[in-house]
């Protein structure tokens, strides 16, 4: 058992590897380069860990997708392993490893570290804060499901890990706040959680989380709390949508596969029922899960659909894992064969997924609507701009000027085009849902920038690319779009047209436009 779940893990790990090497970035990933060549105490919607992670990589292996994904790698590796430590003194040894074996078959798990992404590390801290907050308040608390008891060790140490750690998940995103939360929950509903406040570990613990909380709140109180508005306000709805709720749902048994999803539901319901029973750890990991699962479950009906996530409530099926080797194994006792089958099969869907997933980023064989769509056509849109760049005309020093008509294009292009053109964006829909507009000012690459630029080179009939992804334009806004990209220059001529095959999930190929223009 344990060789087999080692070397799973080890495949795991090699398929990553090799999938980030050679997977072109999407969006969200160029958006966090650009970040980290301009590293700051925090960004718009982020705190800076991120872009830390992103800049450190790059430095090393080059502006790569391995060099930016390269930390995230190890991010994702190291999960498995802060599972199985968190796991063994609450179930044992034995179901510790069936503990890992199970998160390398869960894709919400699984396939961290692919992606140059917050939620990784943001994960990992997940996991290591909830192993060191479990330490910190196993003293007379009792193993996980029987009357043994853990350690009566209530050393220092664990509070410091708890503080750090949790001070560097706050530096990472605004959505590690709900960890923190939990924990507080912990120490106030429950009996043995109110005996740690004696303990000074408690307060160090909390003087970490305050560090951590220096540069979200630096930064919100310099930019009028804009942040933490679009988190509480720009990413919700006004009135509640019940087919947001059913969309919630859906995506989340999509997230971990519907089998195991099922079984994470029941492992909730019964570490909840053993905690009203007066098992503490059960009381803990139901705190930390339903702090997450509960919370998004019930804003589901708000959020605005066009850019709900699905695996926002990712760390709370961390705190289910342990219970889940012996959910499992309570079910398949029960004699039935096809029960016992169902608990084969209940990890092999997951894993099956996994590598299918695997498999269409890393070579597009398998045509899966959507799973390639977010990484395909930036890369052949900077190389058909870097083309059409030879024919334009160029300022004094010798560069270009390329306006991308999203921050997604933009940052991509930035990133292969960097060294020759400077890049602006125009104020593209995407950039206000994603919270990304107010960077774009902070840096004066927004429209406002442009016509800053304009403004300088106006004597010099200097000209711009213009790039334009057609298929991220609302249908039916097309020319009004066109018309406003045209309004800062005094000429604009079509150069060309760009498809890249996607199989996105409503288009089978993304569009390009290219245009050349002379600034006003």
Not at 58 to 78: H, K, Q, Y
Not at 403 to 431: C, M, P, Q, S, W
Request: aromatic fraction near 12%.
């Amino acid at each position: 058992m344990k060789r087999g779940i080692s070397l799973a893990f080890v495949a795991l790990i090699a398929a990553k590897l090799w999938v980030a090497a050679g997977l072109g970035l999407f969006g969200d990933e160029a958006f966090y380069w650009q970040c980290s060549q301009r590293l700051a105490l925090a960004y718009a919607d982020h705190p800076p860990l991120t872009a830390l992670l992103v800049r450190l990589g790059s430095e090393a292996l080059g502006d790569t997708a391995l060099g930016i994904r390269v930390l995230f790698l190890v991010c994702g590796a190291a999960l498995p392993v802060a599972i199985f430590y968190l796991a063994r003194p609450l179930v044992g040894d034995r179901d510790a490893w069936w503990t890992t074996g199970a998160s390398l078959a869960i894709p919400a798990v699984a396939h961290l570290g692919l992606l140059a992404i917050p939620d990784v590390p943001m994960l990992l801290l997940a996991a290591l804060f909830l192993l060191a907050f479990e330490g910190a308040t196993r003293f007379e608390s009792a193993r996980f499901g029987s009357a043994r008891f853990g350690s009566a060790s209530r050393g220092l140490r664990w509070w410091l890990l708890a503080g750090l750690v949790g001070g560097l998940g706050l530096v990472t995103h605004y959505r590690f706040a709900l960890v923190v939360v939990a924990a507080v929950l912990y120490l106030v509903l429950t009996r043995r959680g109110r005996k740690q406040w004696r303990h000074a570990g408690v307060w160090w613990m909390f003087a970490g989380w305050t560090v951590g909380l220096v540069p979200a709140v630096v930064y919100n109180l310099r930019h009028a709390f804009t942040p933490l508005r679009y988190y509480l306000e720009g990413r919700h709805g006004s009135s509640p949508q019940l087919d947001n709720l059913l969309e919630h749902v859906a995506g989340q048994a999509l997230l971990v596969t519907p089998l195991l999803y099922v079984f994470l539901i029941v492992a909730l319901v019964r570490i909840t029922c053993l905690a009203l029973a007066g098992d503490d750890r059960a009381a803990l990991l139901a705190t930390f899960a339903w702090t997450h699962l509960g919370l998004f479950f019930l804003a589901s009906p708000f959020e605005d659909s066009r850019i709900a996530t699905v695996h926002w409530p990712a760390p709370g099926y961390l705190a289910l894992l342990p219970s889940l080797p012996m959910t499992l194994r309570g079910f398949g006792e029960r004699g039935a064969s096809w029960r016992r089958f169902t608990v084969l099969a209940t990890p092999a869907l997951g894993a099956l997924v996994m590598v299918l997933v695997l498999i269409e980023l890393g070579t597009g064989w398998l045509r899966l609507a959507g799973v390639r769509e977010p990484f395909v056509g930036y890369a052949e849109a900077s190389a058909r701009s870097l083309q059409y760049l030879s024919q334009l005309r160029l300022s004094a020093e010798g560069r270009s000027i390329i306006v991308a008509d999203n921050y997604k294009l933009g940052a991509n292009l930035e990133l292969a085009l960097h060294e020759t053109a400077d890049i602006f964006v125009l104020d593209h829909h995407k950039n206000r849902q994603h919270g990304r507009a107010p960077q774009l000012v902070t840096w004066g690459i927004d429209e406002q920038g442009l016509r800053r630029q304009t403004a300088q080179e106006r004597q010099a009939a200097r000209e711009a690319l213009i790039v334009i992804e057609v298929t991220q334009i609302r249908t039916g806004t097309h020319d009004a779009w066109v018309a406003h990209a045209s309004s800062f220059f005094t000429s604009f001529e079509q150069l060309g047209e760009l498809r890249v095959p996607s199989f996105g999930k409503r288009k089978k190929e993304k569009i390009f436009w290219f245009y050349r223009g002379t600034l006003r």
